[in-house]
């Protein structure tokens, strides 16, 4: 009798567009049209196309590295060498195009800037997917190796040092424009729409939302378990190392020390608001692109409008926890 009226009562939450369960299913878009409506009032130049392209540009790469997040939570795994990955490639790109072999071949210099780069952060991911799907490593244990170490190997390579350089064919990835707009923000939209079909009509996808349900049953049924984590740690760390060289083309310069710092908590962030479930078994891609944008709206709204980063920082947790409750709520 409890449980009849139990599954009437979810039923009635369900149809009514002010219940729990909707303010739960579009709190987000409410939460949004809430910031820009604050930020359109109160937040000078907001309306601005210079603001436009600012954060276009900032929510690129959060956007670019949530997809892969979401790839890797789906699993109910989580990948926190992002950033160590961005600061990786990013420093490896500038050493190869203003190497000796680079100037001479300025072409080709550029082009191994970026392919030995992604190369490099795909054997990351790889060693990541490796101790999880074989070494049966937590996988944020295992990501912490990479996360603790990806970004030591960075600085030795630089020495430590800034690098500056004045490349146009390499800064395109970071300033050039398509039809008036950014061209990281049309490369993050392309890799979104694209992992969103992968997802939806693949079988890569379908096995990937299997292994993140319930992995014991994939396996039984015959799904590549391994294969498919290692392929999900390859795929979030090739999408951080180009995420890496989209930074430090922008910056026209390498910081080590800085590139993809936190990116991992942005990351984490964008994929939970957009709907990751942290249990795994769901992986809404164009979700994790909305959790960028939001996330980045929030941080310049608060920047705008005169608070420090570090409140920035309290204020993305913040919206980690509440956005988990929200799923933890949900399926009550």
């Known amino acids: 009798m409890s449980r009849e009226r139990s599954s009437a009562e979810r039923g009635v939450l369900l149809q009514n567009p002010l219940s729990g369960i909707s303010l739960r299913r579009h709190g987000g878009l409410i939460a949004l049209a809430l ?18 392209f600012v954060n276009v540009s900032q929510v690129a790469t959060i956007a670019i590295v949530a997809v892969g997040m979401t790839l890797v939570i789906a699993t109910r795994g989580v990948d926190l060498s992002v950033g160590a990955v961005m600061a990786l490639a990013g420093a490896l790109a500038p050493l190869i195009f203003m190497s000796s072999f680079g100037r001479a071949n300025p072409g080709l210099g550029v082009a191994l800037a970026i392919i030995v780069p992604l190369l490099v952060a795909a054997a990351c991911g790889l060693f990541n997917g490796v101790l999880v799907a074989f070494l049966n490593v937590q996988p944020i244990i295992a990501t ?9 190997i960075a600085l030795v390579l630089t020495n430590g040092n800034l690098q500056t350089f004045s490349n146009p064919i390499f800064s395109f990835l970071g300033t050039g424009r398509i039809l008036g707009l950014p061209f990281q923000g049309w490369l993050a939209l392309a890799i979104a729409l694209f992992f969103a079909w992968l997802v939806a009509r693949t079988l890569y996808g379908r096995y990937l939302l299997a292994v993140g349900g319930n992995e014991t049953a994939a396996g039984l049924a015959g799904v590549p378990v391994r294969t498919v984590k290692i392929a999900t740690y390859v795929i979030s760390a090739s999408l951080a190392g180009l995420a890496g060289l989209i930074v430090v083309a922008i910056n026209s310069a390498s910081d080590a020390a800085r590139i993809g710092n936190l990116m991992e908590l942005d990351a984490i962030a964008a994929a939970v608001v957009g709907g990751a479930v942290l249990s795994g078994g769901r992986a809404p891609i164009l979700g994790a692109i909305f959790g960028a944008v939001f996330i980045q709206l929030v941080r310049y709204t ?16 913040a919206i980690i926890v509440f956005a988990v409750y929200l799923q933890q709520a949900s399926r009550e």
């Open 35 to 52: 910031l820009l409506l604050f930020n359109i009032v109160f937040t000078r130049n907001f309306l601005h196309m210079q603001t436009l």
């Open 144 to 152: 912490l190796i990479l996360f603790i170490s990806g970004r030591g």
């Open 302 to 317: 608060l920047l705008a409008n005169g608070f420090s980063d570090e409140v920035a920082l309290i204020i993305k947790a």
